[in-house]
């Protein structure tokens, strides 16, 4: 279900969403896989899945 949302940028004045080719980093460990994602205002915004 979670993998279905879009991730949005929630910096002040941005809320751009963000999309795939936005997405920097992608981690997976036993907590759940993070995607690091850099909006084109600057910021970093990181959202974990089970």
Same mark, same amino acid.
């Given at each position: 279900?979670? =993998? ?5 940028? $929630?910096?002040? @004045?941005?809320? %751009?969403?963000?999309?795939? =080719? ?5 981690y $997976?460990?036993? @907590?759940?896989? %993070? ?16």
């Amino acid at each position: 279900m979670l =993998e279905s949302l879009t991730p949005t940028c $929630e910096a002040e @004045g941005c809320e %751009r969403t963000l999309r795939p =080719e936005d997405r920097q980093i992608v981690y $997976e460990s036993p @907590g759940g896989t %993070r995607h690091v994602y850099e909006c084109a205002c600057g910021t970093v915004t990181v959202t974990v899945t089970r």
